[in-house]
């Protein structure tokens, strides 16, 4: 079973930067499509960003789009989001997420695998 941990996350002003990663347990890691997605209390789940197999192809929100960055670094079975210039309404748990296929998707239904989240606060 793939499993995933998510880390990087705190409390940071608003304007500030955090990078999270998550570490995966995929064998065969390489052939997952990997995102993040987001919970703020009180609301459903959103997507933030997702990466296919390779750097080649991504997909961010409206709302974090020229902000926040997605990367994957396949010899390490890591995947990343670089957040910068962080909003209040950035607020949320963010989860790193894990789809049994090469191409990327935007909805939390085509994923098959999920972390267990890291707090994000941005005060301000």
């Known amino acids: 079973q793939v499993q995933l941990v998510e880390s990087g996350g705190g409390l940071v002003q608003a304007g500030g930067s955090l990078r999270l990663s998550c570490a995966s347990s995929?064998?065969?890691?390489?052939?997952?499509?990997m995102a993040w997605f987001r919970q703020a209390p009180g609301k459903e789940r959103e997507f933030a960003a997702a990466?296919?197999?390779?750097?080649?192809?991504?997909n961010v929100a409206d709302s974090v789009k020229g902000r926040f960055t997605i990367s994957r670094d396949n010899a390490k079975n890591m995947v990343y989001l670089q957040m910068n210039n962080l909003k209040p309404e950035d607020t949320a748990v963010y989860y790193c997420?894990?789809?049994?296929?090469?191409?990327?998707?935007?909805?939390?239904?085509?994923?098959?695998?999920w972390g267990q989240g890291t707090q994000v606060t941005v005060s301000s």
């Open positions: 997420a894990a789809r049994g296929r090469v191409t990327l998707a935007t909805t939390q239904s085509e994923y098959d695998y």
């Open positions: 995929a064998r065969t890691f390489s052939n997952y499509a």
């Open positions: 990466i296919s197999w390779s750097n080649s192809i991504t």
